[in-house]
């Protein structure tokens, strides 16, 4: 591929979404971004208080869904498990990834809307994880009993389905493809609970988009 079909590549592709980037952080700089910033601070907090002896238990009770939890209990706590760390997982990680999609998507679409769909995408993976239990290990969509015990995917979920989302909004076609691409790998290589849940939330948020076009589409009556 020559250089020149690498470039009009790169302007179809991310030209629209780099342009809205580009000129908010220019004329605004962080002050584009404050909701992604108090996401980026309560996610830390959260890490250093459920790292106390006397913290863990406290954050769990806030933020933490299990299947095994009462509906009413995993739907109380499921906005705050957005920015409730992975134990599993390096926290600077789940930082990176809330600095980077939150603050686009936050520019692209607007703070209310960021929120908005990353709660879809994580109800969407907490919704799946119940579902998948109920359809039990010999379903090709089902979960074996071992999951019901396990946190979900904290920020991630609603990371991958904004993602998602952006891309749709913006045009970057093959890069939301590569997205989710990556999360069907991610399932190939390591079959666990939070890859599946990724793939709910991308299939909530790709619903979600579909559901757009048709109503952005729908031919008006006479």
Sequence with gaps: MSQGAVARFARREWGPLYGTLKHALATRGWRAVPMTLGAVALTSVFQVVQNQPWGFQFVQNLGSVKASDPLWLALLRTPLSLFVPALDLPVWGALAQILLVFGIAEICIGWW??????????????????????????????????????????????VVGLAVYVCWQYGARLTGALVVLVMIGEVLVKNNLAGKEHLAAIAAVLLLCAARSLLTHRPHPD
């Design 113 to 158: 809307r960021t929120l908005l769909i990353g709660y879809l995408a994580t109800l969407a993976g907490t919704t799946y994880a119940r579902i998948g239990l109920a359809l039990g290990p010999d379903h090709p969509l089902g979960l074996p009993d071992s999951d019901r015990l396990v946190n979900d995917t904290g920020p991630s979920a609603a």
